[in-house]
């Protein structure tokens, strides 16, 4: 009875190597960097904006400066990455 259940098993465990580890994995790199945040990081939006972390607010709240004069409160869980500093010209 365990042989007629063995490719079941089989299967799930290849399901899991290659789709539940790989995105838990990801989902608590995000949380680290989300909790990581903190003033002067240039951060990516979901919806694409750039911006630099003027304060973090609490802890679902971001203020973001994206053009001179113009900041924006983001929540947290909207941010996507942090990316590196480029040389401006």
Request: hydrophobic share 50%; net charge positive; glycine share 6%.
């Amino acid at each position: 009875m365990l042989i007629s259940f063995l490719p079941f098993i089989l299967i799930f465990f290849i399901f899991y190597l290659l789709v539940f580890r790989p995105q838990a994995k990801r989902q608590k790199e995000l949380a680290q960097m989300l909790s990581a945040l903190k003033q002067g990081d240039r951060v990516l939006t979901q919806g694409g904006i750039f911006g630099n972390v003027v304060a973090v607010k609490d802890e679902n709240v971001v203020v973001l400066k994206i053009s001179d004069q113009v900041k924006v409160e983001v929540a947290k869980g909207s941010i996507t990455s942090v990316v590196k500093k480029s040389r401006e010209g």
